[in-house]
C-alpha cells in the first residue's frame, strides 16, 4: 500500500534525493572512522579508540534513522558501497593513503563533521527555495540532525584543544 501522507511527488522525490546524499555522507564517515579506530596508535591510543568507537557507534544509529526517515517516505534509501561512493560529499581515506597520526585523524574527522553540518544547511535551504518541496517532517529531521552534529563536532574540538 502506497503512502499517503500529503506531500506532494516533487517534495518527496526532493527529500529522497537529500537523505540519500546525507545517507552516502555518513557511510563514507563511518568508514573513516572506524578505519581510524582501528588504526590509531600512540601515548594516548586507548583514550581516542574509545572515542572513536563512541563516534562510529553514533554514526551507525544516524545511519539508521537516515534510512528510516526515507522509509518513512515510502522510497528506497541507498543500500549499496556503489551508491554511496556515487552520493557523498566527505572525502574518504583511501588505503593507498599514509595513515595521520592521533590528533591528525581527529581534526580530519572534525573537518568532516564541519562540512557535513554546511551540507545539512544547504540542503534545508535547498528544500525550503524549491517551489512544491514542502516537507516539514524532512525539515525537521535535518534541523534535529544539525544539532546533533554540533555537539559531536564541539566534542571532536575538545579533543583537540591543548
Known sequence: MA???GLEPKAVKASKTVLNNLLADHFVLLAKTWNYHWNV?????HSYHIFMEELYNGLIEDIDDIAERIRSLDE??????????????????CDSEPLP?????LAILSEDNDTLI???RKDI???EKEEDTDDA?????LEDMIEKKEKTAWMIRAY???
Open 101 to 105: 597520526e592521533a590528533k591528525e585523524m
Open 160 to 162: 583537540l584543544e591543548k
Open 137 to 141: 517532517g524532512t525539515t525537521n529531521f
Open 125 to 127: 535551504e535547498q528544500l
Open 118 to 120: 554546511r551540507e545539512i
Open 41 to 45: 596508535k600512540g601515548v594516548s591510543f
Open 76 to 93: 528506497r534509501p541507498i543500500g549499496s558501497l556503489q551508491g554511496y561512493l556515487e552520493h557523498n560529499r566527505i572525502k574518504e581515506h
Open 3 to 5: 503512502a499517503n501522507i
